[in-house]
């Protein structure tokens, strides 16, 4: 059975920033929306494989996200990646600790860092998203780059995240 992708991911940023002063003011208005648009296959702007989950961490616990062969989709495909083209990371509004995305010990998945060792920080609510459209995405190599580490920021509460990926 043939599977086929199509993703759009949008973020939309529209802002007022205003001043007065004694004789007028000053307004900003910022109209910020950044648009991606991929369709079935593997080259720019294209993507063949979705992974999306929401999950739950245990206090100071931590999971390391095998993205060649381990994740199964929606139908129960067991997939691969090569490259990644889009990741989103949301903690819920509800946590009390953060959630921290990246340092496996070994075998970390793509260049999202400067380091293998580096990690970003999502607080309660927020929001992690990178994209890369080119044909060259996010590189992961099975066995030795193929792992991305999740991990809850805290002790003694459970973190909840939603995790999207796109890629081929």
Known sequence: MTTA???????SLVASFNQSSDVGSVNQDVKF???YVFTDGTGANQARILFSDTRTLAASANENLDLAGVLTDVFGNVLTFDKIKAIIVTAAAANTNTVVFGGAASAQAAPWFGDVADTNVIRPGGLLAMVAPDAN???VTATTADLLKIANGGAGTPVT???VLIGV
């Open 161 to 163: 995240y939603t995790i």
């Open 137 to 139: 995405g996010f590189d």
């Open 5 to 11: 992708l199509a993703a759009s991911l949008a973020l």
């Open 33 to 35: 929306t950044p648009n």
